[in-house]
């Protein structure tokens, strides 16, 4: 049950676009389409914005979007706007009633 | 609205025991799976454990397997943590979440649990 990987930090000036990596396992999310996002600000519970890889909830901006290639899926955030300034954090079905989630992405909004 | 309301936590001592609730209401509670999900300080999130809708499947992360237990009373619309053994990793805030398939929909504000000496 190790933690999927991704980088510390990412950032981005207003209106430009940052993409986020989450690399796993063939094991967790090479082996389903269940990765899902989830935004995190200082002292808030998290957020679901991304759902089996690609779908978005009700209500979250389609300036987010998400894929998977492989054992690595992404997060891109497009149009950047200073409230995205956040935590975020994938997750994927690793099999067996298990989840694993990523390490952790800073977004800076310039 | 859906809230997810977690209560119970506090500062104990390692070894000692805690029990975690969190209290439901706004969905159908029954219906959906229930997780305990948990944040370090200033740490990343990580999963803990799962509850089917009725019961019938239980797991946990390899981290808490054999100290915790997860429960949940559909009558009362909520979920239980039981917590043994604690050890000073276990600090962390404690999120409630709910799951209708595999990612995490609802979640509570959290309860932060301490152990220390």
């Known amino acids: 049950q190790s933690a999927l990987t991704q980088p510390p930090s990412a950032s981005g000036s207003p209106g430009q676009s940052v993409a986020i990596s989450c690399t796993g396992t063939?094991?967790?999310?090479?082996?389903?389409?269940?990765v899902s996002w989830y935004q995190q600000h200082p002292g808030k519970a998290p957020k679901l914005i991304i759902y089996d890889v690609t779908k978005r909830p009700s209500g979250v901006p389609d300036r987010f979007s998400g894929s998977k290639s492989g054992n690595t899926a992404s997060l891109t955030v497009s149009g950047l706007q200073p409230e995205d300034d956040a935590d975020y954090y994938c997750s994927s079905y690793a099999g067996s009633h298990i989840f694993v989630f990523g390490s952790g992405t800073k977004v800076t909004v310039l | 609205q859906v809230q997810l309301v977690e209560s119970g936590g506090g500062v104990v001592q390692p070894g000692r025991s805690l029990r975690l609730s969190c209290a439901a209401s706004g969905f159908t509670f029954r219906t959906y799976g229930m997780h305990w999900v948990r944040q370090a300080p200033g740490k990343g999130l990580e999963w803990v454990a799962l509850?089917?809708?009725?019961?019938?499947?239980?797991n946990y992360s390899d981290s808490v397997k054999g100290r915790f237990t997860i429960s949940r009373d559909n009558s009362k619309n909520t979920l239980y943590l039981q917590m043994n053994s604690l050890r000073a990793e276990d600090t962390a805030v404690y999120y409630c979440?709910?799951?209708?398939?595999?990612?995490?929909?609802?979640w509570g504000q959290g309860t932060l649990v301490t152990v220390s000496s």
């Open positions: 979440v709910a799951v209708i398939s595999f990612y995490f929909e609802y």
């Open positions: 063939s094991s967790d999310v090479g082996g389903y389409n269940y």
């Open positions: 509850i089917w809708n009725d019961g019938s499947n239980i």
